[in-house]
Nanobody, 122 residues
Framework: QVQLVESEGGLVQAGGSLRLSCAAS????????MGWFRQALGKEREFVAA????????RYADSVKGRFTISRDNAKNTVYLQMASLKPEDTAVYYC???????????????WGQGTQVTVSS
């Protein structure tokens, strides 16, 4: 079983940047596709970005394409989400997740972190 722990989020001004990390323990991290999802208050959880086990394939939601970058370091069992040009609408709880295949559907991910709050002020 994989345990995922996200780094602390934070409060950032619009236009700013923030990097989230998600460290995995137990399980074979390098064999899992990793995803980032987010859930704003009163809204459903939505896909943000995903990366294949070898980091050769990435996927992004249209809303973050060109602003967010997902990456992973299998030697450190860590996946990252670099967020730039942040907007108030990026405010949400961000979750990392591990699954068998790179996918935009949250249901395909088996393991989830506890979530971390990111707040973007205008």
């Amino acid at each position: 079983q994989v345990q995922l722990v996200e780094s602390e989020g934070g409060l950032v001004q619009a236009g700013g940047s923030l990097r989230l990390s998600c460290a995995a323990s137990r399980g074979l991290f390098s064999t899992y596709a990793m995803g980032w999802f987010r859930q704003a208050l009163g809204k459903e959880r939505e896909f943000v970005a995903a990366i294949g086990w070898s980091a050769g394939i990435t996927r992004y939601a249209d809303s973050v394409k060109g602003r967010f970058t997902i990456s992973r370091d299998n030697a450190k069992n860590t996946v990252y989400l670099q967020m730039a040009s942040l907007k108030p609408e990026d405010t949400a709880v961000y979750y990392c997740a591990a699954g068998a295949l790179i996918n935009m559907d949250a249901k395909s991910y088996k393991y989830w972190g506890q979530g971390t709050q990111v707040t973007v002020s205008s």
